[in-house]
């Protein structure tokens, strides 16, 4: 639990069930795959100073109608050593009109190493679809961590698609009693595999920054 309150001050992150406009970004929207697809996402998350890292490995895929994934994350922080969390997701997202649309997701995490409850959460994006090529997601939720209490997580964030293959990503974030920003580019090599790069900070006189890469992948098992 040191281990893992340390990660969540050095990264600004907690190693729990991750969604977003796709991969490590913090505020989610409300899509999931569609039925039959799958999903792996991996990112790495480092900060500036420091040398404290988070490794994420997420498969997940569409059964029924909800999206199943299951989250592997380990962190290491200089002079604590490693220590990976691992944990499942459930997601729930529908259509509303032609522009909006609203889900609900949660999720809970385990210590690997000593099979220890550490977290849980839950969630409700929204996504507004404003043009085409525009998207702006809303997320309310909360975090239970053990020995901690519960604290509320929302966020904002605007999504922009200029070209085919590039997308910006702005958002602006709180959880835990801190408030976050982050930028970032996604580039699209095609309809299924995407690479992300990310700076975020904290907020405030101690911004503490960390910068992520992410990759994902979307595909069809048993596709030809």
Not at 82 to 87: D, H
Not at 99 to 119: M, Q
Not at 142 to 163: F, I, K, N
């Amino acid at each position: 639990m040191k281990r893992f309150c340390i990660a969540f001050g050095l990264l600004g992150l907690m190693p729990w069930p991750a969604w977003a406009a796709g991969g490590h970004h913090a505020v989610d929207d409300a899509a999931i795959l569609e039925p039959g697809q799958c999903q792996l996402e991996l990112w790495q998350e480092r900060t500036e100073r420091g040398g404290a890292t988070l490794n994420h490995v997420g498969p997940g895929c569409r059964l029924g109608a909800l999206e199943w994934g299951l989250n592997v994350d380990q962190v290491r922080v200089p002079g604590e050593g490693r220590e990976t969390f691992i944990g499942p997701q459930a997601k729930w997202a529908m259509p509303i009109n032609e522009s909006w649309s609203a889900g609900l997701s949660a999720g809970a995490t385990w210590d690997a190493g000593s099979g220890h409850y550490t977290a849980s959460t839950w969630g409700i994006p929204v996504t507004w679809q404003v043009t085409p090529t525009l998207a702006v997601h809303g997320h309310l939720g909360m975090d239970q961590v053990a020995g901690a209490g519960s604290h509320s997580r929302r966020g904002l964030a605007a999504e922009w698609a200029p070209t085919a293959h590039w997308s910006l990503i702005g958002e602006r974030f709180d959880d835990h009693g801190a408030r976050h920003w982050r930028g970032g580019v996604r580039y699209l090599f095609n309809e299924r595999v995407s690479l992300d790069l990310s700076r975020a900070a904290h907020l405030g006189s101690e911004t503490r920054p960390w910068w992520a890469l992410g990759l994902n992948w979307t595909f069809s098992p048993g596709a030809r």
